[in-house]
């Protein structure tokens, strides 16, 4: 009985009194995460120094936006976005194989965790047995089985400690599960971590096709003269601020008639969304917007195929519904609402509202255009999209702040 007391109290005492045998992978193991770390620190240095390239753009972007505007200067800009985007994909692939890395080091650790804890299980199992051995005898069988007071006395306290090293190698069983569920709870977060990563990179790698789009476009419309570049701008500048005029205009007298007609009694409450996707490809004053050099981004660009139907964010009245017949002009449709609030949809390849009717939440006024070259498009277009403004007493605000 000594013997057998003795060989589970070596098992256990292996086990809890040295936390290296009870928590150490094996070698192989071991070896696998040393060099998966390696391959992670390989990974976070590229991505220190993609960062850093990253910076540079940015530095030079700002800087070329200082400068006086010409055509090589744009196309300068142009080039820095392009290969920013690049790079920015370049960085997000380099995060994704570090996520990668990560979920695969903690694989290896889960799977040494539940070998421990099954090595644990199998040393409780043997202890229980051994007590429900001893059970099965009294203090008086013991004693009268034992040829002197001191060897009943020892296994006593073999029989002690027994139950001592259970007791600690119960607390062991439930410090690794609750290590194991903590090593689980991180893979599942960096996968999270990793399909964020992939969604972003399609966005990125949209990005960079708008941007290689928008240098293309512009070589196209200027043929790489300087001066088709002046001209190109002036025109542009000339008719983006009458179309603000001519906006301000429109919105001052459809609220000024229906103002004397009690018809701005619609509440607007929260805007919806115009469009079934929620896709961003250029933000409100967006710094990475190609042009911004040349005039702020007002709202902000919603990604959508070639005629996908456009909705009214809330309820209001048409004061202008700009139909174009070429590429080179910008059709819109603007909507006032109340609490001194209008709405803007610009690039429609088609246009189905005129000016003064009331249209409902979520009614079809048009279908989105954008495509460079297409009717409605309007000038420096970079691919398909709905253009989306929303003004407080006539000035853009950023939308993101008024939709559901």
């Known amino acids: 009985m000594k013997k057998i007391i003795a060989i589970f109290l070596i098992i256990t005492g292996l086990a809890i009194t040295n936390p290296i045998f009870a928590f150490a992978q094996t070698t192989g193991s071991a070896t696998e995460i040393n060099q998966l770390n390696k391959q992670i620190a390989e990974k976070k240095d590229a991505i220190k120094q993609l960062e850093e390239t990253i910076a540079k753009y940015n530095t030079n972007i700002a800087q070329k936006q200082t400068e006086g505007i010409s055509l090589k200067n744009q196309l300068s800009i142009l080039d820095n976005h392009i290969a920013k985007a690049e790079t920015d994909i370049e960085l997000t692939q380099e995060k994704i194989k570090q996520a990668q890395l990560e979920i695969e080091a903690l694989q290896i650790t889960i799977a040494g965790k539940e070998a421990v804890m099954e090595k644990q299980k199998q040393i ?20 009268l089985t034992n040829n002197n007071f001191a060897q009943f006395y020892d296994q006593l306290q073999y029989t002690t400690n027994v139950y001592s090293n259970l007791g600690r190698s119960i607390k062991v069983l439930r410090l690794v599960k609750e290590d194991l569920q903590a090593k689980q709870k991180q893979v599942e977060s960096r996968k999270k971590i990793y399909e964020i990563l992939k969604s972003e990179l399609e966005g990125k790698q949209e990005k960079l096709e708008d ?16 001066l088709r570049f002046k001209t190109l701008l002036a025109s542009l500048n000339q008719q983006y601020q009458a179309q603000i005029n001519e906006q301000r205009a429109y919105e001052e007298q459809v609220r000024k008639k229906l103002a004397q007609q009690n018809k701005l009694d619609v509440s607007v409450g929260e805007f919806s969304w115009p469009l079934p996707n929620r896709t961003i490809t250029a933000s409100f004053h967006d710094p990475d917007y190609p042009f911004r050099n040349v005039f702020e981004h007002s709202g902000i660009d919603i990604r959508a195929s070639q005629g996908t139907p456009v909705r009214a964010a809330a309820a209001g009245y048409v004061a202008r519904a700009k139909i174009c017949g070429t590429a080179s002009c910008y059709a819109y449709v603007l909507i006032v609402h109340t609490g001194n609030l209008s709405t803007l949809y610009g690039h429609l390849s088609k246009v189905d509202v005129q000016g003064d009717q009331f249209v409902n939440k979520g009614e079809v006024i048009g279908y989105s ?11 420096f277009v970079t691919g398909p999209h709905l253009h989306f403004e929303v003004r407080l007493n006539g000035i853009p605000v950023d939308p993101i702040g008024y939709l559901e």
Do not use: C, H, M
């Open 369 to 379: 255009g954008g495509k460079p070259g297409t009717v409605g498009a309007g000038p």
């Open 211 to 226: 941007q290689s789009k928008a240098k293309e476009n512009l070589l196209v419309q200027t043929k790489s003269s300087e």
């Open 124 to 143: 409780i199992t043997k202890i229980i047995q051994s007590i429900n051995a001893d059970k099965r005898k009294n203090y008086l069988e013991v004693l």
